[in-house]
């Protein structure tokens, strides 16, 4: 680093310091266990195969996509 | 590794949640103190903080036990902290990042100015977000080149690249604002 890059780290060092304390105030351990135990949302591998299908489906198929919207 | 044995992290990867608490017991402090070095908001950074421990749960099976667990945990919290300001970008006037700066910050400068400090911190906050923590930890907190370089996934001349481009945006920045360092 040259001289005005020096004057560069000085200045944002001075203008813009990080915070002051980096402490962690609290132990956040029963926040992770809250989170650990939240169940997850799971959707069966069957459900993925069936929304592919189906816009593959759509894809090969366009004609189809009026009397798929007919029937909904 | 303190406190921590090579047997309690390879009964972490096996999913014993008793040798993940002691792990989050004993990181949570150090994940902490690294992300609000970038994210400057210790709200923000108690989140994240649970967020990398959450990932790093889920990504359990990965882990390598002889790899040093705490850098692992530093670079997805790196990762996520840089998410995070990549999100809160768009949103974020200058009177908020301001204000999220500095409520606590380590004793302002008196010789600083107001408006300057305004303007170098406004001038920090154009840059994008992975050039903006790159000169975050190593021109304010100085922090070694090789741990950045860690915590980041890229090479020790990609953090130099990272900084040497950051100083020319930071440099053209402040001159548009008036402030010649």
Redesign the interface.
């Known amino acids: 680093m040259n001289d ?2 020096e ?19 609290r ?3 029963p ?2 266990r809250r ?2 135990k939240r169940p997850s949302v799971h959707i069966p591998w069957g459900d993925w195969a069936l929304a592919a299908t189906l816009l593959l489906c759509l894809f090969l198929f366009p004609t189809t996509i009026p009397a798929l919207l007919y029937l909904l | 590794m303190t406190g921590v044995v090579e047997v309690e992290l390879d009964q972490f990867t096996r999913g014993d ?1 008793q040798a993940f ?1 002691a792990l ?2 004993e990181y ?2 150090e994940v ?2 690294w992300i ?2 970038i994210v ?1 908001d ?1 709200g923000v950074a ?1 989140d994240l ?2 967020e990398t ?2 990932r790093i ?1 889920r990504a359990r099976a990965r882990f390598d036990p002889r790899r040093s667990f705490g850098a692992w945990a530093r670079r997805i919290a790196t990762n996520l902290a840089l998410e995070h300001l990549n999100r809160r970008r768009p949103e974020k006037s200058l009177d908020d990042s301001l204000r999220m ?1 500095f ?7 008196p ?2 100015g107001a408006d ?2 305004a303007k ?2 406004a001038a ?1 906050d154009e840059l994008p977000a992975k050039l903006r923590v790159t ?2 930890l190593a ?3 100085e922090r070694p080149y090789a741990e950045i370089a860690d915590a980041l996934g890229i090479s020790t001349n990609g953090v130099k690249s990272r900084v040497f481009r950051a ?1 020319r945006l ?2 053209k920045s ?1 001159e548009k604002r008036g ?1 010649c ?1």
């Open positions: 005005r890059d004057a560069l780290r000085a200045l944002l060092q001075r203008a813009a310091p990080g915070p002051a304390d980096r402490e962690l105030k132990d956040l351990w926040e992770m989170q650990l | 949640m608490e989050f017991r949570q402090g902490y103190g609000i070095r400057h210790s108690e903080t649970i421990f959450w749960y700066r409520p606590a910050t380590r004793t302002p400068d010789a600083i300057v400090r170098v911190v920090l000169t975050t021109l304010i907190e100083v930071l440099r402040l402030v360092p």
